[in-house]
């Protein structure tokens, strides 16, 4: 014989089950089979006005796995009244009263908040409850009431729509396979820009991501469309931003130049969150699965001619599943008129790179080398340059120099980039080193003149050895110097060092006297004369 529930037991489920416990915890706390809780839970929706407590109501159906509790044991009797039991009864439930059963942590909820400020965790707000305050319960009901407290639900993403011609958003995938001369594939990769408002594209694949590839490639969806987008959204690509930062990026100063160019602004989006530029993500694999799954390519340029007419053909003239529009006719209604206008050129194509200014004061651009100002010796600058031009920027990208192309090998040296004091005496000529001499004195301009015009170009040198004489002698002292030198006819620089060591007295002058006893008249040296011959031919 089957066994069956005694009637307190079947009084417990009913009444369980009126107040909104869960078959599985009546089962659990009643220790009967949970099918056995569903059987009940059937004859009392059956019967709308249900069986009240100790009534026989409809036949109970047989429990094979009763244990056979006895009478009044399956619920106690404290649980049924509603009284708490930490033990059995589930956080949240309801008691006999009808409501909801109190925490034991209640009493201490502006203390447990205040320690969740303090980032304590659940086991420590309990260990600090039971040793401050005498806290009895266990830890498990302080963890239930610390994660009802922490529970957040999440706020759905807000969807961004834009309006015509206000955005435009940039991403890379990778493209189909080309065929290489070897025999082998490779595969490119597949840039896609998308208009957000009208979901206009451009597709164009390139074998690099690189500053200029990536440039170029944004340009031809510019002139594809007609117009340019108020901003850019790309990803945090090392072609394009330097330093990845969502408040304060640090972007590849020819890429602000070509922002400049076309009157457009790059906005990255924040690193590691793809779904900012959720538009061309899809996008990508759009054109991935679409256009070019299963294809094969002879060259990179057999690929581009497919996608452009792939977007002309397929994805212009498709019903866009979020917008409900066609592409093409809402990009030409709406957003074609709204792009900003064109320029009148491209933008022009130029190499850049960052660059260390050398000890002489010149940067190394395509093997020849270009001056800067003695100000930026061993700073990093940076380089710009075309077929015809070199220029230089600093940190700020503001302009430090300019100069003509060179050859390999040669050096560009502006004569205002040289220090003055890196400036020789020769190489600024003969006449500035006089009018230095002439500062010191009189004496020295002149003996610098007589020397010069006795010694000639090899005087250069000595001259600029007596302007070296002011930096260790008073001016005094190489004045009077030099005075005794020219007195004396003495023109080498060895005999001012002598006399500025010795500090020689000046030569003296005497007056020729024409009479005077020791001097005889020159009749008498010529009688002296004849005779002497005289004797000589006898």
Not at 20 to 42: F, K, Q
Not at 347 to 376: C, I, L, W
């Amino acid at each position: 014989m089957a066994n069956r529930l005694k009637m307190a037991a079947v009084d417990s489920i009913y009444t369980l089950l009126e107040r909104g416990y869960s078959h599985r915890w009546i089962a659990r706390t009643l220790r009967v089979n949970r099918e056995t809780v569903r059987r009940y839970a059937e004859l009392a929706r059956s019967n709308p006005a249900g069986a009240p407590p100790g009534s026989q109501g409809p036949e109970p159906p047989a429990d094979p796995n009763h244990t056979g509790a006895p009478s009044g044991s399956a619920l106690p009797p404290e649980d049924i009244s509603g009284s708490s039991n930490p033990a059995t009864a589930p956080p949240g439930s309801t008691g006999a009263s009808g409501r909801v059963q109190a925490s034991a942590c209640e009493a201490f909820n502006e203390v447990i908040l205040g320690k969740l400020e303090q980032g304590l965790s659940a086991k420590r707000i309990w260990q600090d409850l039971a040793a401050e305050h005498g806290f009895t319960a266990k830890y498990h009901s302080v963890r239930r009431y610390v994660q009802k407290l922490t529970r957040t639900s999440p706020l759905p993403f807000r969807r961004m729509e834009c309006e015509p011609g206000a955005e435009a958003q940039v991403d890379f995938g990778m493209g189909a396979p080309v065929l290489q001369p070897e025999g082998k594939r490779k595969r490119p990769h597949a840039f896609r820009i998308i208009l957000s408002h009208s979901r206009k594209a451009y597709s164009e694949v390139v074998w690099r991501q690189s500053t200029e590839e990536f440039i170029r490639a944004i340009e031809n969806a510019f002139w594809h469309f007609g117009g340019v987008p108020r901003t850019l959204v790309i990803d945090n690509l090392k072609a394009a931003v330097a330093k990845a930062d969502w408040f304060d990026p640090d972007l590849n100063p020819k890429v602000r130049e070509f922002c400049r160019h076309y009157g457009t602004v790059i906005l990255p989006t924040k690193p590691r969150m793809p779904r900012h530029k959720g538009k061309v993500e899809g996008g990508v694999k759009y054109v991935q699965s679409n256009a070019l799954k299963g294809r094969t390519f002879e060259s990179l340029a057999d690929q581009n001619r497919h996608l452009l007419d792939w977007e002309q053909t397929v994805a212009d003239t498709r019903i866009h599943g979020t917008t409900q529009k066609q592409v093409k006719k809402s990009f030409e209604d709406v957003e074609r008129a709204a792009l900003l206008p064109l320029p009148a050129d491209r933008f022009p194509t130029f190499q850049e790179g960052r660059r260390m200014v050398n000890r002489d004061g010149h940067v190394e651009v395509a093997k020849a080398y270009y001056s800067v100002p003695p100000e930026h010796l061993g700073r990093p600058v940076w380089a710009r340059w075309d077929s015809r031009l070199v220029w230089i920027f600093d940190d700020r990208m503001r302009l430090i120099t300019e100069h003509l192309r060179v050859e390999p090998g040669r050096f560009s040296t502006d004569p205002r980039h040289i220090s003055s004091r890196k400036i020789s005496g020769i190489e600024r000529g003969t006449a500035w080193m006089l009018s230095k001499v002439s500062l010191v004195g009189p004496n020295s301009s002149r003996w610098a003149e007589a020397m010069l015009s006795r010694h000639g170009i090899e005087g250069v040198r000595v001259l600029q050895g007596l302007m070296s004489l002011t930096y260790h002698h008073q001016a005094d002292s190489v004045e009077k110097a030099c005075e005794i030198a020219h007195g004396h006819c003495a023109y080498r620089l060895r005999d001012v060092r002598a006399l500025l060591k010795r500090q020689a007295p000046m030569q003296e002058w005497f007056e020729f006297a024409e009479e005077h006893p020791i001097i005889r008249s020159l009749s008498e040296y010529g009688e002296l004369v004849h005779s002497a011959f005289t004797k000589e031919t006898l």
